[in-house]
């Protein structure tokens, strides 16, 4: 049935689950999948998650062409259903039904993020799963002309097999090899996420690159490995032994990361800074039409099962991958809300041997926001790792609803109270000794805008938000500036902020330019290959920016 020209295309994602429940019947492992349709004679399957057993993450993506009617009715809905492997015959673990209305929130291309209770066989609810949904222009999806429904893996292996078609028509030798090149390439990405699961181990190649990879993955010094620093960042360095799954497009650009000329502006800025064109005018005047984005928040805990734990039973986060490096004494967990060449996310980093932190008193709080925040509070209570700071109430002189809770390691969130956010993982706050030098730091050298500031005489401090676009869409950094307090007890617990970037060489020109001090000289990691370069503000709080590209190489 061919595409009408008013139908649009309805992205589903089904990310992970949470605390589901295994069947009765004994299973050596359980090993889950899950199936999605909206009609049910059309059900598209995910891939196979062996590894997270009840709280497994498939990540994958699927898409149906639909019409505005479906869209906008209030009776349209999704199903979904999970299943664990078994021996003899697959288990039916448990159902969600969602209708779209309540899910999407947003126009065209703006991804939306909820989480749904997971009916068992039973009829008793047991477990979350999280589930993303976007409505997308046909136009972007001419596959779907000639069929109603696929998931994204299988669109990506019709594009694939017509690049290997155009490649055999191609005559000349050289173009040939370039496209045999790109090819390999991107097959080789799929085999080593398909082989990351079952090997962890650092290549020979790799070993020059330790004291730096120590150093961006916030080791701390320990003894018998003196002259390691501590510091805090890891992207996507290191295989790890649960990866991002392949779904996100083989050579492709996702939403959100890379605008369409991103590549031109990186030869451009490139091309000025080895003509010795690095003037303060040009070079500010590219921060401001830089691609930024807040990629993930680094810092320390003392026992990354514990706060994995706390983090997705009472924060309802998913668990996107988790690596351990023994060679480097020390794993990391990346935590969020949705994928993260989309999202904000966290990045916890375990430390081999050190259970505690001090936190200090400079940073404030991490915000999160969510539909319904006494019902997070009620579970929070529950947990024997968790404490609340302050019960659920409007804000002094306000209308919002707030609570702060604090977990396992002592790290406070905020919970705001607010209708489907785009970006729930929304909030990064540190107090800062001189609001007006912050403010110019971060909008020169970071390329940040100032969305609104807030003073409160009666409590003595004045606050200023600054982020990358509007506060409902995209994560923001809250500095908080307490009258006459110009210094604060940054502590050793947590490490920085990671921020996108088409250039890093340019970016370190810009930092340098608007006063801050570059604590890594921009360039790839020996071994690895990703461009990055590191700083630290006025206050000492650090910022590592990252190379676009090489980002989502690394996660691809």
């Known amino acids: 049935m061919p595409m009408q020209e008013e139908e649009r295309v309805l992205e589903i994602n089904l990310i992970s689950a949470q605390g589901l429940q295994p069947p009765s019947s004994p299973l050596r492992k359980l090993q889950t999948y899950a199936l999605t349709w909206i009609d049910p004679s059309t059900k598209l399957r995910t891939r196979l998650d062996s590894l997270g057993g009840q709280n497994p993450t498939w990540n994958d993506k ?92 299988d669109l990506m292996g019709m594009k694939m097999k017509e690049q290997r078609k155009k490649k055999k028509n191609k005559k000349a030798p050289e173009e040939e090899l370039s496209s045999d090149s790109c090819e390999n390439s991107c097959a080789d990405s799929v085999e080593e996420a398909d082989s990351s699961s079952s090997s962890s181990s650092l290549s020979p190649s790799a070993t020059g690159a330790g004291a730096v990879l120590k150093e961006w993955n916030g080791v701390r010094e320990l003894a018998g490995n003196k002259g390691l620093a501590a510091s805090g960042f890891l992207c996507c360095f290191m295989v790890a032994p649960r990866t991002v799954p392949e779904h996100h497009s083989f050579c492709t650009k996702p939403r959100r990361l890379l605008r369409k000329d991103g590549n031109s502006m990186r030869e451009i800025a490139s091309e000025d800074l080895s003509q010795g064109g690095a003037t303060e005018e040009n070079v500010m005047d590219w921060v401001k039409h830089d691609n930024r984005r807040m990629l993930h928040v680094v810092y320390r805990v003392g026992d990354l099962e514990r706060t994995i734990k706390f983090y997705t039973e009472c924060l309802g986060m998913s668990v996107l991958r988790i690596r351990d490096l023994p060679e480097l004494r020390c794993a990391n967990a990346f935590l969020g809300y949705g994928p993260e060449d989309e999202s904000f996310v966290i990045e916890l980093t375990y430390n081999y041997g050190i259970d505690e932190y001090d936190i200090g008193n400079g940073f404030g709080h991490f915000g999160v926001s969510f539909g319904d925040i006494s019902s997070i509070v009620d579970i929070v209570r529950d947990n024997k790792d968790g404490k609340i700071i302050r019960e659920p109430g409007p804000v002094e002189g306000g209308c919002s609803i707030i609570a702060f809770i604090e977990d396992p390691d002592g790290y406070k969130f905020e919970l705001l109270e607010r209708v489907l956010s785009h970006e729930p993982l929304c909030r990064v706050m540190l107090r800062v000794g001189d609001l007006n030098r912050s403010i110019e730091f971060y909008e020169k050298a970071c390329g940040m805008q100032l969305l609104y500031t807030r003073d409160n005489p009666e409590c003595q401090y004045t606050i200023a938000i600054m982020g990358y676009g509007p506060e409902d869409e995209n994560a923001v950094l809250e500095l908080t500036y307490n009258y006459g307090v110009t210094e604060y007890d940054k502590g050793d617990g947590y490490a920085q902020i990671a921020i996108g970037t088409d250039d890093v060489y340019r970016t370190a020109e810009a930092i340098k330019l608007a006063g801050g001090k570059i604590t890594r000289e921009p360039g790839p990691v020996p071994g690895i290959g990703t461009k990055i370069t590191a700083c630290l503000d006025p206050d000492g709080w650090k910022t590592v920016f990252v190379d676009n590209v090489d980002f989502l190489r690394e996660l691809e």
Not at 81 to 96: E, M
Not at 115 to 130: D, L
């Open 62 to 153: 699927f898409l149906f062409r639909v019409t505005p009617e479906f869209l906008s009715g209030d009776t349209s809905a999704v199903s979904v259903a999970i299943y664990a492997v078994g021996t003899f015959r697959d288990h039916l673990i448990g159902t969600v039904t969602f209708f779209i209305g309540n899910v999407l929130s947003g126009g065209a291309g703006v991804p939306c993020f909820s989480a749904f209770q997971i009916r068992r066989p039973s009829g008793r609810f047991h477990g979350v799963m999280n589930i993303g949904a976007m409505v997308a222009d046909v136009s972007d999806f001419p596959a779907l002309h000639k069929i109603s429904a696929i998931g994204y893996r």
